[in-house]
């Protein structure tokens, strides 16, 4: 008896590993017929993806108006897109300029300082224990001149016109349907969890809307705090750098801001150009630099991450690294963006469905007892 259950269990899972292989050999086999979908979910991403972070951003502002100054929710969204086109026109008159205004300069200054790097080289060869190795003559090996910087950047961009037409195409498509899909997020994304509600059965719906609202408290949580954190980074680095009269204060605070998005690494990103242009021609400036980003970073993780966004990721330090390495060779910097937030989101599905089957084994176990107590009374 026992020996034929064994067989039949074995044969059941050998019948579902072959089942597996031969869909996975199928499906592979018949790939060009699903391209068509593919190239529809990535055309549909970036927009998506771009409407549903300003969504977590602007959907408290909309709950806001409609809860305590009771809008009406067209009403407060419509106020939502005034407020978000003026921020849009002041950012491209004031601040988009002052970027390019910077970066050209930046650009311009780049021979003043490979010569600052030339001077910093040719002293560090006169030291005793370089003496031996002549840094300049390994250098010129490598044939660097602007020259020939010049001439492959040139040619870079006459290969790549054609993409660079079609990438100016896609801005211009996600730029006219990121508004359409916004609107539509803020004016019906609160229907959403009832009307699953309604599909699915009284306990599966209670199960399922707490699920989902486990996961938008997730990513309510995540998004906002991180755009809270990214200004508050942003802001105070520009104005430490404009203190000590760093040159491109500006452009150096932009970046800091947008890489304190990649966890852990992105101090180290962002601080990383205002060194590289201070350290060879003032290296107490540079260190001064690294002053500011301590101190910016401190008061950012034990007032602004503590009180924005909290413990509710609670994900290890070194999880977050691995993840980052991780999602960066498979998806590049799109990845490393969202590599923390993709994760944090499938624990919370795992975690739930594990909670939901340990609930499940200890109803059945409790099932038997109660049905044996049953017995006994009416015994």
């Known amino acids: 008896m026992i020996n034929s259950k064994k067989r039949q269990h074995l044969l059941f899972w050998s019948i579902e590993i072959l089942i597996g292989a031969t869909l996975i050999f199928v499906l592979s086999k018949i790939g060009f017929l699903f391209q068509p979908v593919g190239t529809f979910f990535s055309t549909l991403f970036i927009p998506v993806l771009i409407a549903g972070f300003l969504y977590y951003v602007l959907n408290p502002v909309v709950n806001l108006l409609t809860g305590r100054f009771h809008f009406k929710r067209i009403m407060a969204i419509i106020f939502v897109f005034l407020l978000l ?53 390994e250098i010129e090996k490598f044939n660097i001149s602007y020259g020939t910087l010049l001439q492959k950047f040139l040619s870079g961009v006459s290969s790549s016109l054609g993409s660079i037409v079609s990438t100016i195409a896609n801005a211009a498509m996600i730029i006219i349907t990121v508004p359409f899909i916004l609107f539509y997020m803020l004016k019906d994304g ?3 969890v009832p009307n699953v509600e309604k599909v699915l059965s009284p306990k599966r719906s209670n199960q399922v809307a707490d699920l989902l609202g486990q996961l938008n408290k997730t990513l309510s949580n995540y998004i906002s705090g991180q755009a809270i954190e990214c200004l508050f980074v942003g802001t105070f680095t520009f104005l430490g750098y404009l203190i000590l009269g760093v040159d491109y204060a500006f452009l150096f ?11 852990y690494l992105g101090p180290y990103i962002g601080l990383l150009p205002a060194v590289m242009v201070t350290v060879f021609n003032d290296p107490f400036k540079a260190l001064l630099c690294c002053v500011v980003v301590l101190v910016v970073q401190q008061l950012d993780g034990n007032i602004i991450y503590p009180n924005v966004i909290g413990k509710s990721l609670a994900i290890h330090p070194l999880t977050i690294i691995i993840v980052l390495l991780v999602a960066g060779n498979l998806a590049g910097l799109l990845g490393i963006f969202l590599g923390v937030p993709f994760y944090a989101i499938c624990r919370t599905i795992i975690v739930f469905l594990y909670k939901l089957l340990i609930e499940a084994r200890e109803n059945k176990e409790e099932q038997p007892e109660k049905d044996s107590v049953a017995n006994n009374g009416s015994l």
């Open 85 to 137: 086109l003026v921020a849009l026109v002041l950012i491209v008159v004031s601040v988009i300029p002052n970027l390019v205004n910077q970066i050209a300069q930046l650009a311009m200054n780049i021979p003043s300082f490979a010569s600052d790097v030339e001077d910093w080289l040719n002293k560090l060869s006169r030291t005793e224990w370089l003496k031996k190795v002549d840094i300049m003559n």
């Open 253 to 263: 605070g932009v970046i800091a801001g947008l890489a304190n998005l990649i966890p």
């Open 190 to 192: 609160h229907k959403f």
